[in-house]
């Protein structure tokens, strides 16, 4: 049974109790900068070394799809710092208007997410046996959705990075291993974090929430900026290597 | 205890309304940073660039510029600790020449004079 607002044996005040939660959490939150610390440090070291397959992989990624997906995480962090607000200030059909916005908005990075997926598995950039950077390069028919005139600079870039990387190709895979393992990785804790979402909403439609407790709002709100936060290293070191050109 | 006297702050909208569009207008920038041919400064203009917006969405929308100084201290530990591993494990790259006597990075394929160890 939830004990809603209830103020345990171990603490003084109800303050205090909330504290203690957001202080577990953070904790909880440094082990996870950790993890993506460790994954970043990785994918660094490689970029460094495989530096022109890594920046050919980023350019053909696409910017458009990967900055207007950082625009809505972005704004869904805006919306559940709004909820977290409402709940605080007691406003409750805000609070679920704004945790609705907030999964709204999860759910639209996830379906641009599977666009730009469909997009690598059509164009033979995912790791294994098919894995071609040069694909669309050489068969253009196939890669419609690529402008001709994009298509043209790939040309030469996949040219110049073959003069400067013979084993360009399985180096390109590398850099796919790490966007997908990242994004993945990443795309999984919005997961995570839509289900905790839904069970925010569930819970406010129930009212449980008052400006007197309602550290769970908090406490997943911590969680939903800290994915935000991934996302916001993510996508320079993934998209904006070498674009200038 | 000074802790005990401590009361939640509660955070106002248009504070979040200037966060989120610092963060764009940054967002805006760093893409904008990346067509611009800075050399070996385009990474960290980047990466200065999203350090600065993980401040900026730690600090008000995670609340921590208003949290007790002891959340305070577990997040500023946090960093320090993911400074070490960076630090060290790249400084170690950084200065290593591997068993084929390669140094990093080994696309510069650059072979140390000397018997070959390993």
Redesign the interface.
């Given at each position: 049974m939830h004990r809603t607002g209830a103020l345990y044996g171990q603490f003084?005040?109800l303050?205090?109790q909330?504290?203690t939660a957001?202080?577990g959490m953070?904790?909880f939150?440094?082990t996870e900068?950790?993890f993506f610390?460790?994954i970043m440090?990785a994918y660094?070291?490689n970029r460094?070394?495989?530096?022109?397959a890594f920046a050919m992989g980023s350019n053909t990624l696409s910017?458009t799809l990967g900055?207007f997906n950082?625009?809505v995480l972005?704004?869904s962090?805006?919306t559940?710092?709004?909820g977290v607000?409402s709940a605080?200030?007691g406003k409750k059909d805000l609070l679920k208007m704004f945790l609705s916005l907030t999964i709204l908005l999860g759910f639209v990075f996830f379906g641009v997410k599977y666009v730009e997926y469909a997009q690598k598995f059509h164009h033979h950039l995912v790791p294994g046996k098919s894995f071609d950077i040069t694909y669309c390069v050489n068969n253009p028919s196939k890669c419609e959705d690529i402008g001709a005139e994009e298509l043209e600079v790939e040309r030469k870039e996949v040219d110049a990075a073959m003069q400067?990387?013979p084993d360009l190709n399985a180096h390109a895979q590398l850099y796919y291993s790490a966007y997908f393992g990242m994004t993945g990785l990443h795309a999984l804790h919005m997961v995570i974090g839509a289900g905790l979402l839904f069970w925010l909403l569930k819970n406010s439609f129930a009212g449980i929430y008052t400006p007197e407790w309602n550290t769970p709002v908090d406490i997943v709100?911590?969680y939903w900026?800290?994915v935000?936060?991934v996302w916001?290293?993510l996508?320079?070191?993934l998209y904006?290597?070498?674009?200038?050109k | 205890m000074a802790d005990q006297e401590h009361h939640e702050h509660i955070v106002q909208p248009g504070t979040y309304l200037a966060i989120i569009l610092t963060l764009l207008v940054l967002t805006g920038l760093t893409v904008g940073a990346a067509y611009v041919n800075l050399g070996r400064l385009n990474i960290v203009v980047a990466l200065a660039i999203a350090v600065l917006k993980a401040t900026l969405v730690v600090l008000f929308f995670m609340h921590a510029k208003f949290s007790p100084k002891r959340t305070q201290l577990v997040i500023i530990a946090g960093i320090f600790w993911l400074a070490i591993l960076l630090f060290m494990t790249l400084s170690d790259y950084a200065s290593r020449i591997d068993y084929r006597g390669v140094r990093f990075p080994m696309t510069q394929n650059v072979r140390i004079a000397g018997p070959s160890r390993g």
């Open positions: 003084k005040t303050e205090q909330k504290d957001s202080l953070w904790i939150l440094v900068v950790m610390g460790g440090l660094t070291i460094h070394t495989y530096f022109h910017l900055g950082t625009v972005l704004a962090s805006f559940m710092a709004m607000w605080q200030v400067a990387d709100g911590l900026h800290f935000d936060i916001i290293f996508f320079p070191l904006l290597i070498d674009r200038h | -």
